[in-house]
């Protein structure tokens, strides 16, 4: 009687990549769904065509590179990366643009590193920086939040917007755009006003800006899921939060009138999105338990570093990008204990 | 110093994985009845091959002696029952390369005659433990959870490092299996017997008995024999249920909150580790005077027809031992031998039982499937998680991948216990357990490579050195020689090169002179 002859151990745990990327696709629904509410079905459309985008390229890229493309596509990893870039790009990012960052994702960042599991830098948020750097204007136009919003867009004219680049007649880009809250505060706080003057402005609410606050919190469910589901554990986002919590803070106890309170940074641009779901990219990130704490607080404090003395607003990108350059170095240094390791081993 | 409780501590990692062990848990089916050929392999245990002690067609006994062994790891082999000598060659055995190995056939005279045996020692707390030790060693007692290394060794622990506490292994880890827990069911004085022996070998202090709490019976069934045996500071520890408990450095930290150092073992800590069954076997060993010559294998899966235990002599064929649980069922697709973490699949199921063997799995397609096509590494830590040794089993993959040895060995390559978590975990289906046997076996082989290049260039400069040695002294031989003729000829009171060299001249002249006259003598007729 011959028999099959595999390696052990047999049996795995119902477990795969596929269900690790959808579990994250499905932690991002709420906080997806409170971005349409409140900016409009922009946010629908560039997510789907991120989606397309990146769905065409990867299998493009893998035909060019002779690997199998059915288990690359189901893998869902170039979904997820598409629909992270696409919810950080303002709403009516025009078509060619989130194409291109996608595609400069997908490609560049990605597969020319080798594919999944190769890549040393986060695709959205390279693909991210690089539509920032090259399109600074288009890339700050985003709409008001939809209680602000005096002019909100139908389906039909979002669709003719991101597609043609035209508005409504009676419209133009100066009227239905306005800076994001952390452009706003950077701007007022140049032109040196105090920071309970700023506060005065309808735009802020209890924490952050009104609007945006809540989709940071929706974004935090998301994140909890993920934390419950196992997909992520607590040290990075914990540790990037507590970093720019533990900055801001600081200065803010020396200069409240110049330096904004901890919160607003919490609860502004990308910080809940970046804790819980870029920073933890697994592919880019440390991976030893110390090396997760290191890495997820440098990155808070680079955060707002940046964001206080940089030359751009929101600064997560960035932030995660320099730490991703720094991944490898931090876990070499925080190699965990080896079971019954002798003094000398670990000096 | 101790401020908790055994049993307290904790080991990182680990994976809960659903038991399976009722479906052989408490089950005894008997003893195999004896085929007509018994195969033993020389190697059934860790270290040197025993060297055989009969030839063929000698008539032999139950319980003797066949083969030997000289060096110190090692283990002999004994007859499990009487008949004859049938061969001694190449036979297939149960290792995962599936090659064959050096085994001798016995054909079964269905008599089970035993031969002479060595008296029982039932006051050996009389007795010098070295002599114990030599009793342990004659009955070739190994590890009998898996490992199979010499028990005799392990209780021969050196003067310099004194045992602290002995830890029982009744731990049982492996999903299936259930052998261990139906011993101490069952025969759990036999145990607590040996227990008694190996404290006395190994004058230990304490000693902690380890069993995990799916196991409620043999734990009850432990502690009444602990308690009838009047044996003070012995304690049954519950333990809790999780895959690897039952690994020796994982339950030695879990009872005693000590830590086997990294590449060492545990008697430099001042403990020493025993599995259950091995006990019992020593119980045997001193106590009747019996070699090893039978164990208890688990029978089970979804492929057998009636999971559970049976008592099987060394050297049957696990086909035999698969058609007394009732034969395959349709559903059998494997046969793993072990569990299904650290097992192994047997290509075939002709091979002999041996010390090591406590289990044989034939599982279904549902339960050990083929395994999956892997996917990228997407580096989610899921495998450092779940390393019982602290590992950073993805970067030893990715440095065992690149063929960078020096690397794995940097992060601690040797340290892994290869018991699977990790690759359990995985959910990019990596077989990681895989890359690191590969990445061992590499090393090993580069470290032989090495040292044999070693020795050959040591047994190279010896030889040039000898070469030169060897003309040294022929030269000095010859110089020695001229000299001793040189003083000959001067005590004679001649220069011999001065008169050879005249003699020579006046050779010379004398030719010369005939030649000239020659030329005379023919010019003068032209």
Sequence with gaps: MKLPVHTSPYGVLPNNVTRVMGEVLLALVPGIIALVYYFGWGVLINISIAVTTALAAEAGVLHLRHRPVRPALSDLSATVTAVLLAIALPPLTPWWMTMLGVLFAIVMVKHLYGGLGYNPFNPAMAAYVLLLVSFPVAMTQWLPPEMLNAHPLSFAQTLTAIFG???????????????????AM?????????????????MWGNFGARGWEWVGNWFLIGGLFLLWRKVITWHIPFAMIAGLLLASGLFWLFDPESMPFPGFHLFSGGMILGAFFIATDPVTASTTPKGRIIYGFLIGVTVFIIRTWGGYPDAVAFAVLLMNMAAPTIDYYTQPRVFGARDKDNA | MITQNPGSWDFHGGIHRPDCKSMSAGKFLGKVPLPETLVLPLQQHIGAMAEPVVKVGEQVFKGQTIARVSEYIGAPIHAPTSGTIAAIEEHPVPHPSGLSAPCILLQVDGKDEWGELPEPLPYFDDMDPSLLRERIRWAGIVGLGGA???????????PDRPIQTLVINGAECEPYITCDDLLMREQADRVVEGIKVLLYVVDAEECLIGIEDNKPEAIAAMRKAVAESGLKDVQVIQVPTRYPMGGEKQLIKVLTGKEVPSNGIPSEIGVICINVATAAAVTDAVMAGRPLLSRLVTVTGEGVNSSGNLEVPFGVYMSHVIAHAGGYSDKAYKLILGGPMMGFTLGDDQLPVTKGSNCLLAA?????????????????????????????????????????????????????????????????????????????????????????AEDARRRHEARVERLERLERERKARLRQKKDALEKKTAANGANPRKAAVEAAMKRVAEKKARQSEAEKSSGESS
Aim: some cysteine.
């Design chain 2, 364 to 452: 279904s397609r549902e339960e050990a499937p083929a395994p999956d096509k892997a996917h990228p590494c997407i580096r989610c830590g899921k495998c450092m998680d779940a390393c019982p040794a602290q590992l950073l089993p993805q970067q030893l993959y990715w440095y065992a991948r690149a063929r960078d040895f020096d690397k794995t060995q940097e992060y601690h390559l040797f340290d892994c216990i290869e018991c699977g978590c990790c690759s359990w975990v995985c959910p990019s289906h990596i077989p990681l357990v895989q890359y690191y046997r590969f990445a061992k076996t590499e090393t090993w082989a580069l470290e032989k490579e090495k040292r044999q």
């Design chain 2, 148 to 158: 199979a290394f010499p028990t005799s060794v392990k209780v021969n622990h050196g």
């Design chain 1, 165 to 183: 680049g035209g508005l409504p007649d009676h419209l133009t880009w100066d009227t239905i755009t306005s800076a994001t809250p952390l452009d």
């Design chain 1, 186 to 202: 950077r701007e007022q706080l140049k032109m040196n006003k105090t920071i309970s003057e700023i506060a005065q402005n309808p």
